[in-house]
């Protein structure tokens, strides 16, 4: 049987290859992609993790819970009381559902709208061919002259302790939690711990977080860790920090830890769930990359250079798949810029104005550098802070929690570093990435006028404060 030509084939269809897919048939090339992921009906799920068991579902139960928070301990301030609150899980996870249904098709209506030929199953390199590589796609086979590998990462389990997602979870299973456990524990203070742990905090479950690492969120600026370590524990969250795990024992009616803390002494922590969320691992397990040549590092992630390329002309590998930060966003910057690279084009990724976030309440946010970071290249800086609680728009929202963290060049006041903690730090950040993007000081943004009462004033404050000349502080 023939196989199908195709100019540029992209395998799997998650953030950095559906992208990948649509900016490539932009170009004018005729390109396909191909995924495996399917839905509860069998069919295909375009998304990746991200869209299928990551950023969307979670961010769907975060909203949902986030809800329930202010109904049941805030909507008085507000005077507006309620009786008997009660949460629907069965109805709030059919909700998530639909979000995601409505983003799978989304991106399959994409496809369709630039002409992109659309492959499911699992793709696996077959072999080279004359100018170019064939690929497998179940029973068929498909031919391209350029490939783009996309093919994301999976949850790392820890040894011996296998996922079962129904009482040892990854964030697929997180996310499907049928009622309200009355416990929780948590392996790993990252981002998807954080964000899965305050979501059923939030909705009733005692939840305990622990942490290997002796500090709290260290990718994060310290002064911003801080505060978030404060709120969180405020909220209710147990954080154990520099905690080393032991046996752990699955039952019938639970989960039981044996761990030692950080000063040594044994413990024992007894869920009704545990979450593992230690980190990710790259997706090449079926990829067959000895039919191709295609060279793998420790990690199994495909070695690639600063543009993308592999061990392999014609072969070029995007997102978590590959080094480099493991963001949705970051994927798709990739995709595009590897698209434009096939057509001749001078794609563009700038890993240092990558924003970070981590949806928790409050959100937090950054981009660039930290101050350890910075300290540990012997730079000179400014910093300037601006708390929420001096803002009037927080105050009218009734979140005051957090503060905006501007770090400057002490010489050419060049930005060097933004960080949030504190509401809608997620949509705040972006500010910040375009003044860096574009080698703005902090003088530039403090001269900018923001909008009154807003939250983005808040950004404007922390840059007068390199200065240290806020005005409402």
């Given at each position: ?407 400057a060049d002490a010489t050419s006041d060049e930005i060097l570093g933004v960080h949030i903690v504190g509401p809608m730090a997620s949509e705040l950040i972006a500010e910040a ?29 922390a840059a007068l404060a390199v200065d240290k000349r806020t005005l409402n502080f």
């Open positions: 049987m023939s196989s199908k030509q195709f100019d540029v084939v992209v395998i799997g269809g998650g953030p950095g290859g559906y992208i990948a897919a649509i900016r490539a048939a932009q170009l004018g090339f005729n390109t396909a992609c191909i995924d495996e992921w399917k839905n509860a009906a069998g069919g295909p799920a375009l998304g990746g993790t991200c869209t299928n068991v990551g950023c969307i579902p979670s961010k769907a139960l975060l909203q949902s819970s986030e809800h329930y928070e202010q109904a049941a301990h805030h909507f008085a301030d507000h005077g507006i009381g309620l009786k008997d609150l009660s949460i629907d899980v069965e109805t709030m996870l059919g909700r998530k559902d639909t979000v995601v249904k409505q983003n799978n098709d989304g991106i399959l209506y994409l496809f369709k709208k630039n002409k992109v030929s659309f492959f499911h199953g699992r793709g696996a390199f077959s072999k080279a061919v004359d100018g170019g590589f064939e690929i497998t796609v179940g029973d068929q086979t498909v031919q391209g002259r350029q490939i783009i590998v996309a093919t994301g990462s999976s949850a790392r389990a820890l040894p011996g302790v296998p996922f079962d997602e129904t009482q040892v979870l990854s964030n697929d299973g997180a996310l499907r939690v049928g009622a309200v456990p009355k416990k929780l524990g948590l392996i790993g203070a990252g981002v998807i711990g954080l964000e899965m742990g305050s979501v059923w905090r939030r909705l009733g479950a005692e939840v305990t977080v622990l942490e290997g690492l002796p500090t709290f969120l260290g990718a994060v600026d310290e002064q911003i860790a801080k505060e978030a370590h404060k709120a969180f524990t405020k909220q209710g969250l147990k954080i154990e920090l520099g905690v080393k795990v032991g046996d752990i024992k699955v039952g019938k009616k639970g989960v039981s830890v044996a761990y030692s803390g950080a000063d040594g002494e044994a413990k024992k922590l007894d869920v009704d769930k545990l979450i593992v969320s230690i980190g990710r691992v790259p997706n090449t397990e079926g990829l067959n990359v000895e039919a191709v040549g295609l060279k793998l590092d420790e990690r199994g992630a495909v070695v690639v250079d600063e543009n993308c390329r592999t061990s392999v002309s014609g072969i070029w590998a995007v997102g978590d798949v590959v080094r480099g930060p493991m963001l949705a966003h970051k994927a798709e910057e990739e995709g595009v810029a590897v698209a434009e690279r096939i057509a001749g084009q001078h794609g563009h990724v700038n890993f240092n104005t990558v924003p970070w976030v981590i949806y928790t309440s409050p959100e937090i946010a950054w981009v660039g550098e930290t101050e350890k970071q910075l300290k540990a290249r012997d730079v000179k800086y400014k910093v300037g802070t601006f708390p929420f609680m001096a803002n009037g728009r927080a105050r009218a929202l009734g979140d005051t929690t957090g503060m905006v963290k501007f770090i990435v375009v003044a860096m993007e574009f080698k703005a000081s902090s003088e530039d943004i403090a001269r900018i006028c923001h909008a009154h009462p807003s939250l983005s004033e808040a950004t404007k404050e």
